[in-house]
């Protein structure tokens, strides 16, 4: 039995849906930490943890996620995507340990490719946000080359916190109209989909960088009339382009991730890349009913 540690998974959308998954696994034993428990961020009191608990493979969920809130504290952003995770992986260079960490799509900028990006194409973030979060990548792989793997992912929706899915299904039983973005395009992501797909990386020891996203690909008014539709509310959606609905940092138009790489990984298991509207129906069914 291999030994998990899952920063950020007491509280985290995605942290939470690791623990889950792998508590249900006879792979692995597994404990949760996070800022309630101890400073992360102090490298002593890390250090010392990691050496009393000694485990074998660490995922690491803690980002500074607020994609607005970052243009406003770029330092703090930077000090929890980068400098936090380029701590970590120093930390477990001294170890055998193995560390799997999250990265976004939003590493990438605009572009006139129109088709789903791999994990050579050239990285551009156009937000504190994604330049950030390249940044905590960079950190990482300077220090374990060929011990940890870099999953970028996108869109996240799935159980036990608030996300993109539970806000347009309140305002869709509040609303009978509701105006949402189609001019942006990436990938829904289902977060038990992407704890398993990490569980298999981390298994097979499988280094590097990866995008792990559902198959398929919508916009923001795509994937919000789905849901509306499979939930079964008498609701309409209506498009609007980013122009009218302004916000602070600048969204990729077009961010959509080739998983060929990941499903190379996944051949031999049972936990394949799936459609997002396949996902997204389990998740509404499972969770939102």
């Not at 943890?49 to 770029?74: G, S, Y």
């Not at 129109?114 to 950030?132: I, K, N």
């Not at 949402?180 to 569980?199: E, F, H, K, M, N």
Request: charged share 20%; glycine share 4%; hydrophobic share 45%.
């Amino acid at each position: 039995m291999q030994k998990a540690l899952v920063l950020g998974g007491a509280s985290g959308l995605l942290g939470q849906a690791l623990v889950s998954v792998l508590t249900k696994t006879e792979n692995w034993q597994v404990k949760s930490l996070g800022r309630s428990d101890i400073n992360v961020f102090d490298e002593k009191a890390l250090a010392a943890f990691l050496k009393e608990f000694q485990p074998d493979v660490v995922f690491n969920t803690i980002a500074w996620t607020q994609v607005d809130d970052a243009e406003d504290h770029p330092d703090q952003a930077l000090e929890v995507n980068a400098t936090f995770a380029g701590m970590l992986a120093r930390l477990l260079a001294q170890t055998s340990c193995f560390l799997l960490h999250f990265s976004t799509d939003f590493v990438f900028g605009s572009h006139s490719q129109r088709l789903p990006l791999t994990e050579t194409d050239t990285p551009a973030p156009e937000s504190v946000y994604g330049r950030t979060k390249l940044a905590g990548e960079q950190e990482i792989f300077s220090f374990l080359p060929k011990q940890a793997a870099v999953l970028r992912t996108a869109w996240l929706f799935g159980p036990w916190k608030k996300n993109f899915i539970t806000t347009i299904l309140q305002l869709a039983q509040k609303k009978k109209q509701l105006t949402v973005v189609a001019d942006q395009c990436g990938s829904p992501t289902y977060t038990l989909d992407l704890a398993r797909w990490s569980a298999v990386v981390a298994e097979k020891r499988a280094y590097g960088l990866f995008h792990a996203v559902n198959a398929g690909q919508a916009s923001w008014f795509e994937f919000a009339s789905k849901a509306i539709q499979l939930a079964h509310i008498d609701g309409t959606v209506l498009p609007i382009t980013s122009s009218q609905w302004p916000q602070k940092a600048k969204r990729p138009p077009y961010s959509v991730l080739s998983t060929t790489k990941l499903a190379n990984i996944l051949d031999t298991s049972a936990f394949l890349i799936r459609p997002w509207e396949e996902a997204l129906a389990e998740y509404i069914e499972q969770f939102m009913s």
